[in-house]
Antibody
């Protein structure tokens, strides 16, 4: 059974940083591209970034380029999202999700980790 | 970016009703259209992928149709566990984008 478990969220001041993690089990992690999404009441579901199965290709939504960094450690079955220079509008529930073939739907999601940016 | 719209934004229905939700993409998405539902406090759950393919374990009362830019999700006989918010998503190009959601609640 596939499980994705996010962690690392919390309350951080504007300008601060966090490292989010997504631990995967029940799947061949090193063969799967992985995404980060986020969700807020105001903006709904928003795609954040994707990383290829080998970690060599990374893409970001424009507003997060340069501030967010996606990475993975296939030896630990773990996905990461480094979030820097945080702003109040980055406050959201952050989810990781799988993409098991090119352009495939995101079939497995974690439960999310909440990031709150507040002074 | 590809813009996704949905209608209606909300609807009230009774158990046993037939429900239809539509989704429109701002450009051709080559049928890379997926449907999710989400219950409060839970992650989105994939229902249908690539327009009409039922995800494993999803009941057959759910079906999808459409092509090009216009798509439909149909629930033939609404069950109590189906009251949720429904989202369409395009996976044709990055950034993946979602519709704003359709909230289905109890009449």
């Amino acid at each position: 059974q596939v499980h994705l478990v996010e962690s690392g969220g919390g309350v951080v001041q504007p300008g601060g940083s966090l490292r989010l993690s997504c631990a995967a089990s029940g799947l061949t992690f090193s063969s799967i591209a992985m995404h980060w999404f986020r969700q807020t009441p105001g903006k709904g579901l928003e795609w954040v970034a994707v990383i290829s199965s080998d970690g060599n290709r990374k893409y970001y939504t424009d507003s997060m380029k340069g501030r967010f960094s996606i990475s993975r450690d296939n030896s630990k079955n773990t996905l990461y999202l480094e979030v820097n220079s945080l702003r109040s509008d980055d406050t959201a529930l952050y989810y990781c999700a799988t993409e098991r073939a090119p352009r495939a739907a995101n079939d497995y999601w974690g439960q999310g980790t909440l990031v709150t940016v507040s002074s | 970016d590809i813009q996704m719209t949905q209608s209606p934004s909300s609807l009230s229905a009774s158990v046993g009703d037939r429900v239809t939700i539509t989704c429109r993409a701002s450009q051709n998405i080559n049928n890379y259209l997926n449907w999710y539902h989400q219950k409060p406090g839970k992650a989105p759950k994939l229902l249908i992928y690539d327009v009409f393919n039922l995800q494993s374990g999803v009941p057959s009362r759910f079906s999808g149709s459409g092509s090009g830019t216009d798509f439909t999700l149909t629930i033939t006989s609404l069950q109590p566990e189906d009251f949720a918010t429904y989202y369409c998503q395009q996976s044709h190009i990055i950034p993946r984008t979602f519709g704003p959601g359709t909230k289905v609640d109890i009449k």
